[in-house]
Antibody, heavy 114, light 107 residues
Framework: QVQLKESGPGLVAPSQSLSITCTVS????????INWIRQPPGKGLEWLGV???????NYNSAFMSRLSISKDNSKSQVFLKMNSLQTDDTAIYYC????????WGQGTLVTVSA | DIQMTQTTSSLSASLGDRVTISCRAS??????LSWYQQKPDGTVKLLIY???RLHSGVPSRFSGSGSGTDYSLTISNLEQEDIATYFC?????????FGGGTKLEIK
């Protein structure tokens, strides 16, 4: 059974950094890419970036300067790190399997506030 | 970036109705168009990929069509569990981009 689960801090202060872990089960990270997508409250979906099976990454140019995605295949975990958060980074952050975006985690809400 | 437009932000229909949701891309996306369903609790599921291919486990009342820049999702015989927001997404060119969503409500 394919499962993805995000775990994040919940609350981040402005200008600080965000770290979220996506733990997967039911498949291997050596066989499937993982995307990160976010959704601000009441708004649409925004693709942040992807880490490919081989470890290479592609990022949305809007976030490239402050976004990093990495993974640990042996632990079945993918990591998102975003720097210099502002209030408009408040969103639900999802990790999503493969280029078809076929399976989504439940999402983790990150609120940027002092 | 390719812009995806869903001109209808909300739609009201009756149970049993046939509903069509439209999506337009800013350029030809070669049928690399997917549809997603987001429930009120935030759960997101893939319904259709490559314009018309049904994802595993998706009921056959969902169907998709289109080509070039214009695509649509049709739900036949609307059921209560179909109440959700529907997003289109292009998978032709990075960055993947999404339409703004169409919220489906029961009349």
């Amino acid at each position: 059974q394919v499962q993805l689960k995000e775990s994040g801090p919940g609350l981040v202060a402005p200008s600080q950094s965000l770290s979220i872990t996506c733990t997967v089960s039911g498949f291997s990270l050596t066989s499937y890419d993982i995307n990160w997508i976010r959704q601000p409250p009441g708004k649409g979906l925004e693709w942040l970036g992807v880490i490919w099976t081989g470890g290479g990454t592609n990022y949305n140019s809007a976030f490239m300067s402050r976004l990093s995605i990495s993974k640990d295949n042996s632990k079945s975990q993918v990591f998102l790190k975003m720097n210099s958060l502002q209030t408009d980074d408040t969103a639900i952050y999802y990790c999503v399997r493969d280029s078809l975006l076929a399976y989504w985690g439940q999402g983790t809400l990150v609120t940027v506030s002092a | 970036d390719i812009q995806m437009t869903q001109t209808t932000s909300s739609l009201s229909a009756s149970l049993g109705d046939r509903v069509t949701i439209s999506c337009r891309a800013s350029q030809d996306i070669n049928t690399y168009l997917s549809w997603y369903q987001q429930k009120p609790d935030g759960t997101v599921k893939l319904l259709i990929y490559h314009t018309s291919r049904l994802h595993s486990g998706v009921p056959s009342r969902f169907s998709g069509s289109g080509s070039g820049t214009d695509y649509s999702l049709t739900i036949s015989n609307l059921e209560q569990e179909d109440i959700a927001t529907y997003f289109c997404q292009q998978g032709n060119t990075l960055p993947w981009t999404f339409g703004g969503g169409t919220k489906l409500e029961i009349k």
